[in-house]
Nanobody, 124 residues
């Protein structure tokens, strides 16, 4: 069993930065790709960023490209999302997920474990 716990969310002004972390317990994450998704009120969960098992491959949604950076530390079993130049439209609950495979995927159906989410609110 895998448990994922996100942290680092909060309230920030537009243009500010936040760093989200996802810590895993149970089975190690190093053999699997990891991803971040987000869900705003009244909207479907959408892909934000993903990273392969080794960290050698990443993928980003067009809306966050150049502003967000995903990284991982397999020794610590953690995945991070550095968010800069935040916009009000980035407001959402952010979820960390574990992919079923070592490769990057952008669809939520490829992920089998999820954290409980952390709220990010960006004020204008």
């Amino acid at each position: 069993q895998v448990q994922l716990v996100e942290s680092g969310g909060g309230l920030v002004q537009a243009g500010g930065s936040l760093r989200l972390s996802c810590a895993a317990s149970g089975r190690i994450l190093s053999s699997y790709a990891m991803g971040w998704f987000r869900q705003a009120p009244g909207k479907e969960r959408e892909f934000v960023a993903a990273i392969s098992w080794s960290g050698g491959s990443t993928s980003y949604a067009d809306s966050v490209k150049g502003r967000f950076t995903i990284s991982r530390d397999n020794a610590k079993n953690t995945v991070n999302l550095q968010m800069k130049s935040l916009k009000p439209e980035d407001t959402a609950v952010y979820y960390c997920g574990r992919d079923r495979t070592p490769a990057v995927h952008v669809t939520s159906g490829s992920y089998d474990y999820w954290g409980q989410g952390t709220q990010v609110t960006v004020s204008s």
